[in-house]
C-alpha cells in the first residue's frame, strides 16, 4: 500500500466517522423521513396571506394532483398575525386575514388529507416586524399544538438578545417536544453558521443559504443575498454528506413556476432539487398553474429521485465550467444522473455509468426522467442539453426491470 492509499483509507474513515458522529445526535423525533414536499405562501404573496388563499391553495394541491404526487403540507408564511400579542402573552391572528383564526384553517386543510404550516421568527420579531416567539417558545409551542399546526418554518430575524443560534433553536426545539404533537421542525438561519454541523441534533431541516430568488443566477460570487439559482446550487456541492432520513439540506423553497425562469430552467432547479434530496415546497401560485408548470411539478420520475434515500444526497462528480454531471445513489442499486448546461446551448455532455459510480456490467437501462422513455445502453449517458437546461437519466445495471418506476 503506497502512501496515496493510506491517505485516502484515512480520508474515508474520517469521513465515515464524522458522518456517524451526525447520526448519532441527530433529531429523533420520528417526522420528515423523507424530504418534506408541500407548498409555502411567501415566494408568490409575500405578506398577502388569508384564510382564504390558504384554503384555495389546499383545494388546488388536491384538483391539480400535486397531493397524489406527494405534496402534502400547506404552509402560511410571515405576516398572519397582529403587531402584538395578547393580554396574555399569546399569539393572535389577524383578524382580517384570518377571521376565524387559524385552527379553522388548519381544520379545513386536513379535511383534505393534507397537513398546515405556520412561520414564527426566533428572534423578538419575525422578518416583517409581527412579534416572534423569543422568550415564548413553551407558550407558542403550544398554541400552535391547539391550533393543530403539521409544520413550523422557524426564521431568524429580529433581537437575538445575547442568544446563540444554539440556543434560540433548541429552545424551540425542545417546546414543541413538550407541546405532544408531531410538528416538522424547519430551521431556517439561513446558512449563517453552517446549520449542516449542529442542526442535525436540533431540526428535520435546515436552510443552507439566503433566500432563493426566481432567477437563473445572480452572478455574485460572493454570494450575498439575493441568490439565484445556480448560485445556491454551487454551495451545496460540499454537503451531500450531511443530511439523512429525518434531517435534510434546504436550499431554499421552489420558484418554478413563478413567471421568471423559463420551460427548461424550470425543469432544471425542479431535478436539480430533487437530486439534492432538497425539501420540495412549491412557492408558486397553485391556483393558476399553466399545465406545463403542473407538469414539471408532479413528474413522478423526478420526484421519485427526491423521497429516495440511497445512503448519499446527490453530489457534483465532474465540473467543466459551462457544464456539469451530478449523481446520486438509489437505494435500488440505480443512479440517478443530472447533465447540467449553466450557459448557452444546446452542446453535447456526456459521462458513463462508471464515472457516475455503477459497477462495470455487460449493459445498462437508462431512463430519460423527462422525456419517459427506456433505451439499453453500454455505459454511456449523454445528451444535448440547450441553453439553461438539464437531462435527468436514472441509469440501472442489466436490463429494465418490469413495472419499474
Request: glycine share 10%; net charge negative.
Amino acid at each position: 500500500m503506497n502512501a496515496w492509499h493510506k491517505v485516502f483509507l484515512a480520508t474515508l474513515a474520517a469521513s465515515a466517522a464524522a458522518l456517524a458522529a451526525i447520526a448519532a445526535n441527530a433529531l429523533d423525533n420520528g417526522l420528515a423521513r423523507t424530504p418534506p414536499m408541500g407548498w409555502n405562501s411567501w415566494n408568490s404573496f409575500h405578506c398577502e396571506v388569508s384564510a382564504a388563499l390558504v384554503e384555495a391553495t389546499a383545494d388546488a394541491m388536491v384538483a391539480s394532483g400535486m397531493k397524489d404526487a406527494g405534496y402534502t403540507y400547506v404552509n402560511i408564511d410571515d405576516c398572519w398575525l397582529l403587531r402584538q400579542r395578547g393580554p396574555h402573552g399569546e399569539l393572535v391572528p389577524d383578524p382580517a386575514k384570518f377571521p376565524q383564526g387559524i385552527q379553522a384553517v388548519a381544520d379545513y386543510v386536513h379535511g383534505k388529507g393534507l397537513k398546515l404550516g405556520l412561520y414564527e421568527s426566533a428572534g423578538t420579531t419575525t422578518c416583517a416586524d409581527y412579534p416572534g416567539s423569543l422568550g415564548h417558545e413553551r407558550q407558542d409551542a403550544e398554541q400552535f399544538a391547539r391550533w393543530g399546526v403539521d409544520y413550523l418554518k422557524y426564521d431568524n430575524c429580529g433581537d437575538h438578545q445575547g442568544r446563540t443560534y444554539v440556543q434560540r433553536y433548541t429552545a424551540m426545539r425542545d417546546a414543541l417536544a413538550y407541546s405532544g404533537r408531531s410538528i416538522v421542525y424547519s430551521i431556517c438561519e439561513w446558512g449563517n453558521e453552517a446549520p449542516w454541523r449542529w442542526a442535525p441534533a436540533i431540526g428535520n431541516l435546515w436552510r443552507t443559504t439566503q433566500d432563493i430568488t426566481p432567477r437563473w443566477s445572480t452572478d455574485q460570487p460572493d454570494n450575498r443575498y439575493p441568490q439565484g439559482i445556480l448560485d445556491i446550487l454551487d454551495q451545496q456541492a460540499g454537503l451531500s454528506g450531511t443530511s439523512h432520513p429525518g434531517a435534510w439540506n434546504d436550499p431554499d423553497m421552489l420558484e418554478v413556476g413563478n413567471g421568471y425562469l423559463t420551460d427548461d430552467e424550470n425543469r432544471a432547479h425542479f431535478s436539480l432539487w430533487a437530486l439534492l434530496n432538497a425539501p420540495l415546497i412549491a412557492g408558486n401560485d397553485l391556483r393558476h398553474m399553466p399545465d406545463e408548470v403542473r407538469g414539471i411539478l408532479t413528474n413522478r420520475d423526478v420526484i421519485a429521485v427526491d423521497q429516495d434515500w440511497g445512503g448519499r444526497q446527490g453530489y457534483k462528480v465532474r465540473d467543466d465550467g459551462a457544464t456539469e454531471v451530478w449523481a446520486k445513489p438509489m437505494s435500488d442499486g440505480s443512479v440517478a444522473v443530472v447533465l447540467l448546461n449553466r450557459g448557452r446551448g444546446p452542446v453535447e455532455i456526456a459521462t458513463t455509468a462508471q464515472e457516475v459510480g455503477m459497477k462495470a456490467t455487460d449493459g445498462y437501462t437508462v431512463r430519460d426522467l423527462w422525456k419517459h422513455a427506456d433505451a439499453a445502453s453500454d455505459g454511456r449517458i449523454a445528451a444535448s442539453v440547450p441553453t439553461h437546461a438539464v437531462a435527468m437519466f436514472r441509469v440501472w445495471p442489466g436490463a429494465r426491470r418490469a413495472g419499474g418506476q
